[in-house]
Nanobody, 121 residues
């Protein structure tokens, strides 16, 4: 129901852009964004757009480097990642929910398949 794309391998300091689109039976999406996960760790919030509130949220470690954009009428969201660091290496997941913003992945209703981002030093 969510299709993510755009991951890959990049050197530290480089940029990547992730894209996500909802399809099928997704409906009443008010919040859409990105989480990431590394082996042995819990999935963590990265950046999320709350369309109903008109607010974008970023985790502290990506502020000033990552930027989220999208179209709530089409249920699409992109993540522009600049100045990438090796610690940004993770599988990135697109996620969406019917309610307002929450940074806990358990509250999200829809998930993409994950796309790997690898940042080399």
């Amino acid at each position: 129901q969510l299709q993510a794309s755009g991951g890959g391998l990049v050197q530290a300091g480089g940029s990547l852009r992730l894209s996500c689109a909802a399809s099928g039976s997704t409906f009443n999406i008010y919040t859409m964004g990105w989480f990431r996960q590394t082996p042995g760790k819990e999935r963590e919030f990265v950046a999320v757009r709350d369309w109903s509130a008109g607010i974008t949220y970023y985790t502290d470690s990506v502020k000033g480097r990552f930027s989220i954009s999208g179209d709530n009428t089409k249920n699409t969201v992109d993540l522009q990642m600049n100045s990438l660091k090796p610690e940004d290496t993770a599988v990135y997941y697109c996620a969406a929910k019917r309610g307002t913003f929450n940074n806990r992945p358990t509250w999200y209703d829809y998930w993409g398949q994950g796309t790997l981002v690898t940042v080399s030093s």
